[in-house]
């Protein structure tokens, strides 16, 4: 397998405006001859179907919700990060890429990082003139707050609404497109298989999730944006629909899968109460930039928090790292609060949770303050947990959020598979082995709007149309290979739903590849995930059973199945790394203060595994990363 990242030469804040200029152009007139597939509608691939449209192509788009309104993007809160310097604290587009760069852990591409550094201030233009109702200053400026891992205010949002905010904005884009007839929209309909022939992705196959029926399409291109595989876990922050379908069928049919075991724990979630929990929430990081976060210093102090004076309180991660104090990365700030509970301190009936108090804050700026900055973050968080935030701290613990694995892209985002693009949270580019705060929606953002529309295009310009059409051998094959795997789904008719097996594999992932991991429980994990899968497969029930309507049970079967293969590429690739890097921590490699501990002789690479059969392991290539703008560091935050 050939992993050349195609990173330009050049120096680090041209390579970008200089490479542009050496792609090649797509004659207008020409324009309207490609068909591109974008699959996926959420805030990367709304924006990449709108944009390539609006540039003259033909496109198809397509996700499983009933709306691309209802792309799990909508569930950002927290903002998204631009370079503008507004504020005049010493922002550039160098800060940007340095802090990016170091809050991965040194384990992304240098020139990846920069170009999304580049763009970003391209991204609020854009979205502000989409309407996009951002935040504002009493003077009408844009309002910025700060997020982990920066010590600049970077971050712009629309009170704890910025994902759907921008994804209405992206939405609008998008429906003009429909309505001018440049982009068919496919709603519930779901990717379940890539067609691949030559080296070169000539389309996919798509089953209706209203009526059923297998169908293909052809496109001169295919784009997946299909979000992260956090629901690997069972219990994340994520949407439950959100799963590592596409990608993973993909990744089956020649795509290499990039570090999956890099996966993000958000440190500020509400947490577990118990076993019949099916999701977990968010409470945005935003909430760090007035919420102090503490536990009893003993712990054996059973009293409530207002009967817990300041001198007995341990607000550990100002004490630990004074210079970013509550705003550590989100790796940071998880491990710090899992040691505090491990140490008996947690609060909580669980004694999993840590406080997130906003009382000094509303004593400085005012309840009224804090509501216009958080309010409904305030009011989901009284409406999940019966406790009103603004009189008691709300209590918090880390969760699963985010995956910086994904399919391998090279700088034009491309995977392996020529003519196969992979943009947002289901590529594995800009954020190395930890994402920072805000800096997600920037990146599915840039590659929608920006990236992909001219990589895209240089990608046609070279290699014209797709010649093989959805009657051909390729086609029919895979479709047989799908309608086969539905009917064996159907078929085993068994005692347990694919949602039990679910919960129980994201317990044995949790338990070894979660927050701690160790040589020990991963080989563990890998004995133990096979006889889950082994069972699915003889004692799955799928209800109803047939085939040609809706079926979610059926859906969420097929979806589980991947999840359960995938697991084993993830705790793969985590047994293979053994090093700690961000939120990849190897229990065996840590510094005396308990931090993260990188190897960078060793593992200074990207992971890229290829599929080698479902009972065989998957096949690692590795591509080398270099620093030439930084320096690899131990990372602190103190
Ligand atoms: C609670 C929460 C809050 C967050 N807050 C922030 C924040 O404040 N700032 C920030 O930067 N990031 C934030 N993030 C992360 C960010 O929201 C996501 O990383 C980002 O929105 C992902 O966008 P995407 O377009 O890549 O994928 P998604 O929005 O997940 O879209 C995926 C699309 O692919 C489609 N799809 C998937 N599989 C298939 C298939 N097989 N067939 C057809 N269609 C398919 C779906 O229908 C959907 O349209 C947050 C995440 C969560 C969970």
């Known amino acids: 397998m050939e992993l050349d990242p195609k990173i330009p030469g050049g120096p680090i804040d041209q390579k970008w405006d200089r490479y542009k200029f050496d792609l090649k152009l797509v004659n207008p007139a020409n324009k309207r001859k490609f068909n591109i597939l974008v699959v996926g509608s959420g805030l990367a691939g709304g924006a990449a179907a709108a944009t390539l449209a609006e540039l003259g192509y033909g496109v198809d788009c397509f996700c499983y919700q009933d709306s691309p309104r209802r792309a799990h993007s909508i569930s950002a809160q927290g903002g998204i990060n631009a370079s503008k310097n507004y504020q005049n604290d010493g922002d550039s587009d160098y800060r940007l890429f340095y802090d990016t760069i170091k809050g991965g852990d040194y384990r992304s591409r240098e020139a990846n990082v920069y170009r999304l550094a580049q763009v970003s201030g391209n991204i609020i233009d854009q979205c502000v003139a989409q309407g996009v109702p951002f935040a504002r200053e ?10 982990g891992g920066a010590q600049v205010s970077r971050t712009f949002y629309a009170r704890g609404q910025t994902g759907q905010q921008l994804l209405l904005g992206a939405y609008s884009a998008l429906s003009r497109q429909i309505a001018l007839g440049k982009v068919k929209m496919h709603t519930r309909t779901e990717m379940l298989d890539l067609v691949v022939k030559d080296g070169r992705a000539r389309g996919i196959v798509v089953r209706d999730m209203v009526t059923g029926e297998v169908r293909s399409y052809a496109g001169d291109a295919v784009i997946l944006a299909t979000g992260g595989y956090s629901n690997v876990f069972y219990l994340s ?33 509400i947490p577990v109460t118990g076993e019949h929990q099916s999701k977990l929430t968010l409470m945005s990081e935003s909430l760090r930039n007035d919420g102090r976060i503490w536990v009893p210093t003993d712990a054996d102090d059973n009293r409530k928090p207002d009967a ?57 700026l005012g309840e009224d303050a804090i509501r216009e900055k958080y309010g409904n973050l305030f009011h989901m968080y009284e409406k999940i947990t019966a406790e009103n935030p603004y009189q008691v701290p709300m209590r918090i613990y880390p969760a699963l959020h985010y995956t910086m694995g994904g399919l391998w892209v090279d700088y034009n985002l491309e995977s392996n598979i020529g003519g196969l693009f992979v943009l947002g949270e289901a590529n594995f580019s800009d954020h190395g082995a930890n994402r920072l705060g805000a800096s997600a929606l920037m990146q599915g953002l840039a590659d929608g709007y920006f990236i992909a529309p001219a990589t895209v295009g240089d990608f046609l310009a070279r290699e014209g149309a797709n010649n093989v059409g959805t009657e051909s051998q390729g086609f029919k094959s895979a479709e047989t290979e799908v ?57 799955l029930k799928v209800l109803p059973t047939r085939n040609d309507q809706v079926n979610q049970t059926l859906e969420m079967a097929g979806r589980v199945a ?19 890097c961000g939120g990849h921590f190897r229990e065996e490699s840590q510094t005396e203060e308990g931090e993260a501990l990188r190897d960078d002789e060793n593992y200074a690479y990207v992971a890229a595994w290829e599929h080698a059969g479902v009972d065989d392991p998957p096949v690692l290539h590795k591509e080398p990363l270099t620093f030439e703008q930084v320096s690899l560091t131990q990372r602190s935050y103190k």
């Open 138 to 147: 009493y003077g009408g400026l844009l309002a910025n707050r700060s997020f």
């Open 237 to 269: 922050t994520n949407a439950k629909g959100c799963n590592v379908t596409a990608a993973y069928r993909a990744y089956k049919r020649g795509a290499a899968f990039a570090n999956p075991c890099y996966t993000q724990i958000h440190p500020t979630c």
């Open 308 to 364: 817990i004076p300041p001198e007995d309180r341990d607000y550990y991660l100002e004490r630990r790292y004074p210079s970013f104090g509550n705003l550590v990365p989100r790796d940071v700030a998880s491990r710090a609060a899992k040691l505090v509970c491990d140490e008996g301190r947690g609060v909580g009936d669980t004694g999993l949770g840590v406080y997130l108090d906003f009382e000094s804050a509303i004593g400085r």
């Open 483 to 539: 309608n086969e795997k539905i009917k064996r789904l159907l078929n085993i008719k068994g005692e347990r739903t694919a949602d039990s097996f679910h919960r129980e594999l994201g317990k044995i992932v949790w338990e070894h590849c979660g927050m701690g991991r160790n040589e020990a429980g991963l080989k563990k994990a890998l004995e133990e995930i096979p006889k889950v899968r082994d069972e699915f497969w003889k004692n």
């Open 562 to 580: 991947d999840f359960l293969e995938f697991a084993e590429v993830m705790v793969t690739d985590a047994l293979n790394r053994a090093e700690s």
